[in-house]
């Protein structure tokens, strides 16, 4: 049985599942999977130990372990989403800084979020399309294509709007369409982009690879940019028993990031290494929801690659 089956099993079966018996599952998957030493874990541990450079041998060991259980529980709850009453999500969610940004919406001026693969994204967009605004943001297409229009149906579902992602099919074009009619929030991840159109930033001394998408789309619509972190926390008391669990998110909003007066392309870097200064000191305080189980920083990834990209954009440039 593939991934994708996998997937699909999941969809069917762990709605109708106890919340209880559910995390507990999905909680020992990720035990089972930290003490087998799989090389998404070993991955997890390298990129932890560069923005925690003080955890080491068991330290990294214990962190690394936190972080699976906090990547299968974002699955857990993925699976459970469309169960959840809006009393469940509202009570799973707290926000932080979100005033800046609706003042923003408020104002009838589309907004974009720029997020890393932390938390629960998919939660916190169920909560924000019900409490404040439209959301809409991009699906990377995946196979089977059964598997991704269960991932879109899903999303639609919660109430994001979606558009579907795919080289040559005009998505940046279709974002700026869509962000303004109705004014909506562009929530993008963008801590993981090896094409050529990749950023390389500085991360905490480390180079790392990125998406410009949410600069250049803010630039481009004349949006507000905000960086956009989600953590976990643990619930107690009447919120605990609110939500049905014994987790809810942060919702964590900083900006606007202003835009500089420069050149277009130096101000998407500009912009793009502002938001990962940001977003880098959240992932210090809270590694454990950091789910990047895949090669990011520059050290890790392959030169070879890279440099071909980099040889791509510039015959592309030369040819535009």
Do not use: C
Not at 39 to 57: C, F, I, K, M, S
Not at 152 to 168: D, H, N, T
């Amino acid at each position: 049985m593939n991934a994708g089956s996998v997937f699909l099993l999941a969809w069917r079966v762990v709605p109708k599942l106890p919340g209880p018996l559910v995390r507990g599952i999905f909680d020992l998957v990720a035990i089972i999977a930290h003490a087998a030493r799989i090389g998404g874990v070993r991955q997890l541990e390298r990129n932890l130990a560069r923005v925690r450079p003080d955890l080491h041998g068991k330290a990294l060991r214990s962190m690394s372990r936190r972080g699976m259980r906090s990547y299968m529980r974002y699955y857990a709850e993925a699976f459970q989403l469309p169960g959840m009453s809006p009393e469940q999500i509202d009570a799973r969610v707290r926000a932080v800084g979100v005033e800046p940004m609706m003042e923003q919406i408020d104002a009838g001026r589309a907004t974009v979020g720029a997020l890393t693969h932390s938390g629960n994204w998919d939660l916190a967009g169920a909560w924000f399309v019900k409490r404040y605004s439209p959301v809409l943001t991009v699906a990377e297409t995946l196979e089977p294509e059964e598997l991704f229009r269960q991932f879109v149906e899903f999303r639609e579902g919660l109430g994001l709007r979606i558009v579907p992602f795919a080289k040559g099919t005009g998505v940046f074009r279709r974002l700026l369409t869509g962000m303004r009619k109705p004014v909506s929030f562009v929530p993008l991840l963008a801590d993981r982009d090896l094409s050529r159109d990749g950023l390389e930033v500085d991360a905490l001394g480390h180079p790392f690879r990125v998406a410009p998408g949410p600069a250049a789309l803010a630039l481009a619509g004349k949006a507000a940019l905000f960086s956009v972190h989600i953590h976990y926390e643990r619930l107690y008391g009447d919120r605990r028993r609110r939500a049905g669990s014994p987790w809810g998110i942060v919702i964590d909003f900083q900006g606007p990031i202003e835009a500089p007066d420069l050149p277009q392309r130096e101000a998407i870097a500009d912009m793009t290494q502002r938001w990962v200064d940001l977003q880098m000191a959240r992932i210090a305080e809270y590694p454990q929801d950091w789910h990047m189980l895949q090669k990011v920083f520059t050290e890790d990834l392959d030169t070879d690659r890279l440099a071909r990209a980099s040889t791509s954009a510039i015959a592309a440039d030369g040819e535009a």
